[in-house]
C-alpha cells in the first residue's frame, strides 16, 4: 500500500536564488528618486544595506537613467527607511506621490518583494514597434 | 627451426601445476585454513555497532554533524592579516569607514590613486579579519560597522578636507564614520572637523580671544582720557583755523 505523493516536486534554491529572481524582475521607470536613510551603527541595519547594494548595481539602474540613487547617513539613532519618489506623470494616475519602506524589521528579500509589489507595476508598458517594410516600399518613399 | 633457436636466447617454459579443471566450486564445506591465514582473516572481519533502534536517543541526534563539523581551524594567513590591520589601525590617526555600494574597480582605481596622492590608503578588509584585529582592543565598537560590504581609509588627519572632496565625486563610496586621533567620530562631526582650520591657525585664535580679554579692558580704562584728548584735539584744530567764530571757542576753552 503507498501513500499518495506529497511535498515538492522541485526544491527551493535558497533565499539567494529568491533575491535574484526579485532582482531581476525589478524595472525602476516609475521612480525619480530613490533615497536609502540608515544610521551606520544601529542593530538592523544590515538587510538596508544590502538593499543599497543591489540597487546601486549598474543592470538595475540600466532600467531608468534618470533615477537617482541618494544615501543618507544619520547618527540619531533612527529607523532606517527607503523612500521613493514617484515621476510626476505616472503619480497623476497612479494617485501615489511617494513610497516610504520602513526596513527596520523588513530582510533584503522581503524589501525587493514590496519594491516590485508597489513601484515595478507603475512602469509604463513598452511599446514595442515592429514594422518591416519591402524594398519597393522603401523605394516608393523614397522617391 | 630448433637450430636456429638455440643460436637466440632461450626461455625455460613455465611451471604449470592444475589447481581444478571444470570441477565444482566447494561452498558448501570448505576447508579449514591454515593458522597463519585465519589470523589474518579475523583481524580484518569489519565491527557493526549496536543498531540504532538499541541506542539511547542521545546518540541518534543528527544535529550534532552541523554544530561539530564548524570548529575553527586556526589558519595563520588570516592571523597574519589581522596583525596588518591592527598595525593600519595603530599607525594611522585618521582611520575613516566607508560603505561600499557596485562599483567596478574601473571607476574605483581613480579614486584609489587621487587618495594615494595625498598620502591616504584606501584598503579592504573582511568582517572576519577586522574582528580578530580589533576584538579585545580599544576599536572593538567599529565591529558593529563592518555587516555589508565596506573599505577603510586610513590617513592623517590633515587630510580629512581633501579626502571629502575627492570622494564627492564617487557617489558609490559613502563615509560612514571615523576615528580621528582616537576618538570615534559620526559623519557630521567628521565632516565639521574637516571644514576647520589647520591647527596653527586654531592655536592663533585661541590666542586672539585670550588677548581680547586684556585688551578689552585696558581699553575700557583708557576711554575716557583718550576722549578727552580727542576733544581737546578737536578744539585746537578749531581755534588754529582762522573763522569768525574765534571769540566763542576762547571762551569755551577758558572754562
Redo the contacts between chains.
Sequence with gaps: MSIPYSGTIRRSGGVVSAIGKQLRAVNLKAAKRITVKFD??G?N??HT??F???M???KISLTNPNCA?K?E?V?DRSEPTVDITIVPSIAETANIKKVTFKSGNLTCLELLQLLNKHITPLAPAEQISTTITTKSEKKGRKK | MALANRALLQTTAPLLLSRRFRGKINVQKPRKPHFGRQILIDISKPYFGPPKSMLPDIMTCEKVKDTMAKKEIDNPFERILANECLDWFNTSKMVV?L??????MEDKTPVFAALKKNDMHLRTYGKKIVSMATKGTRYDAVN??F???QNIIFGQPENAAKMFKILKKT??L????GIIQDKLL????LVEFSKLPSLDVARSQLCSVLQSAGSCLVGQLNQNQQMLVSHLDKHIEIQSSPTPEDNKTDIKVES
Excluded at chain 2, 559613502?174 to 564614520?177: D, G, H, K, L, P
Design positions: 551606520p551603527f542593530d541595519v544590515i544595506r544590502n543599497l547594494h543591489y546601486s548595481s549598474p540613487l544615501t547617513i547618527c | 569607514f560603505h561600499v555600494n557596485s562599483i567596478s558593529q560597522l555587516t555589508s560590504h557617489p558609490q559613502i563615509v560612514m564614520a559620526s559623519k557630521n562631526d
